[in-house]
């Protein structure tokens, strides 16, 4: 190390001349000077996460040790030689979903990290029954379910809520004759299909004849098991 002889009177004294190093933050900040002799504690801070981005760990190709390389602050011993230490980032992925939402798991921007457990949840469409989720490159916890979870891969992702409409059986004409309770006639049907997609509307008479009786869709977006969706006349 350089040193600095002193002369007080007749006597000198030699002193040693420490020196000093710069230390470069990317990525980061330093708590103090950015300049530091070999053994020192230096303090650094990582940059805040965002939407974008969020910290990993501390590196450096100097020869030094991190206190905690994954800590966002940090400490190592300063060498005697100038360095660069460096937050490492990982980026964020947006994830797209068509037909559903997400509930959980990914940030303001529509983005997660990869490895986040990101939650989704299938829209209720009329007249439509959920059949599954599918998604390139991702795998899901429950596809089967209209509410699961995926593992965020390394990359952006799509995922889709699929259905398929729902077809209604329609009621078969039966005798057609009616049966008169004391208030209305009734229409006799040899099939009823499926009573709850339906309502009917014409077999309310008091007197005993022929009459049109209409099988009408009540859900929307549903069909007949013809695919037509106009009512059905008898």
Known sequence: LPYLTAVYGHSARAYVIAAVHTVSVTGGTIAGSDKAIAGETVSITADADNNDSRFTEWSS???????????????????????????????????????GTVTAGMNGAGKAFAGDTVTVAANNVSGHNFTGWTGEGVEFADAASAATTFTMPGGNVSVKANYEQIKVAYPTAGTKTYTYSGDYQSYEFANEGDKSYYSLSGNVQKNAGTYTVKAHLTTDGTAWTDGTTADKEF
């Open 61 to 99: 190709e100097a020869d030094i040790t991190f206190a905690d390389k994954t800590a966002k602050t940090t400490t190592f011993t300063m060498p005697a030689s100038d360095v660069t230490v460096t937050a490492e980032r990982e980026q964020s992925y947006t994830v797209t979903v068509t037909d």
